[in-house]
């Protein structure tokens, strides 16, 4: 007969998801840490094979931004627009606790666009149209009162962007997640080298963490990746779940299978919100915290991808999310004891 080697594994596993599934009603999570999200705050224009949408607000800071708010308030906001973005919108994010501040409008200017068509399987897309505008020369002016928080979340923006944001902080934050795209590890290697190593937790994808290391295996890619400097990696599989790694732990989040996947933009974003804003709620970096930390942000971007845009996220509840949460632990659930009791 198999030896168990946890007996109190699933007794732990019970636990972790009561702990999250209890996390709205929970006091013990009461002293809230601030965070800061600096990332783009755009228009986007989409098509799928469930429809299409000329112009709809999006950006990695809306996206991250609005998820996190579930989760803890104040949300600050460091990015730039055109006058041409909806003043309507800036009052919903302050509404929300997100503190805009921090955004630059340029008078006369337009804001970010970005236009892509999804494919069949949803999973690839064809970039129809990018126009910098504004963001071609964002300067990320960093208001006195944002400058010391403690949780700081680095959008998809040029390295020396983000190097910029991080040397204008009064202080160290207590965590720094940091994202980024193979465009910059393939025309931007020598900054992004400076930037990884001054990261706590670095977010990307499959292809990236394969461009990045050079490494097919994703285990060995991890460690080569870390070795350039952040403690943790989390490496988004889309439809297949994210790991997260640090040192020699390793923790997988499965993706919720849904029955329609109507819109995928931002859903990375939204993910990287829940997470840090999960974490800041609590306070607790701990490898332990940041499993939970990865479920919430895996529930989250599975309500973004229901609707267009943010559609969804402006509409979510406290019960719905957690929900959402239960069902995770509901795809991954079973009784390992009888399992090894042959």
């Given at each position: ?239 297949h779940g994210a790991l997260l790694f640090n040192g020699n732990n390793v923790f997988f989040a499965p993706a919720l299978p849904l029955e329609e996947v109507f819109d995928p933009t931002g859903a990375g974003d939204t993910f990287a919100g829940g997470f840090i804003g999960y974490l800041a709620k609590t306070g607790d970096i701990s490898f332990d915290n940041m499993k939970r930390a990865i479920i919430f942000g895996s529930a989250m971007a599975s309500f973004c991808v229901e609707k267009f845009g943010p559609e969804r996220l402006l509409s ?27």
């Amino acid at each position: 007969m198999p030896i168990l080697r946890n007996p109190c594994y699933a007794a732990r596993v019970f636990l972790f998801i009561i702990a999250a599934a209890n996390f709205f009603n929970s006091q013990k999570y009461n002293c809230m840490s601030t965070l800061l999200t600096v990332g783009s705050v755009a228009f986007d224009a989409i098509e799928t094979p469930f429809g299409k949408i000329d112009k709809i607000v999006g950006g990695a800071a809306t996206y991250a931004s609005l998820s996190a708010s579930y989760f803890t308030k104040p949300i600050n906001i460091v990015s730039v627009v055109g006058d041409d973005f909806p003043a309507d919108m800036i009052a919903e994010f302050n509404k929300r606790g997100i503190n805009t501040e921090g955004l630059q409008i340029k008078q006369g200017e337009k804001s970010f666009f970005w236009s892509g068509k999804y494919h069949a399987d949803m999973n690839t897309r064809d970039t129809l149209d990018t126009q910098l505008n504004v963001l071609l020369n964002f300067d990320p002016i960093i208001p006195e009162g944002m400058a010391t928080c403690e949780f700081l979340l680095l959008g998809n923006l040029l390295p020396q962007v983000q190097m910029t944001v991080l040397e204008r902080m009064a202080k160290r934050p207590k965590l720094v997640v940091m994202d980024t795209m193979n465009f910059w590890i393939d025309t931007q290697y020598d900054a992004l080298m400076k930037m990884i190593p001054l990261t706590d937790v670095l977010s990307i994808n499959d292809e990236e963490a394969r461009l990045l290391s050079k490494e097919y295996s994703l285990r060995k890619a991890a460690k080569i990746i870390m070795a350039m400097g952040p403690k943790t990696l989390i490496i988004k599989k889309g439809e297949h779940g994210a790991l997260l790694f640090n040192g020699n732990n390793v923790f997988f989040a499965p993706a919720l299978p849904l029955e329609e996947v109507f819109d995928p933009t931002g859903a990375g974003d939204t993910f990287a919100g829940g997470f840090i804003g999960y974490l800041a709620k609590t306070g607790d970096i701990s490898f332990d915290n940041m499993k939970r930390a990865i479920i919430f942000g895996s529930a989250m971007a599975s309500f973004c991808v229901e609707k267009f845009g943010p559609e969804r996220l402006l509409s979510l509840t406290d019960k719905e999310i957690t929900a959402r949460v239960n069902d995770f632990y509901d795809l991954v659930e079973f009784d390992l004891i009888d399992a090894l009791n042959i």
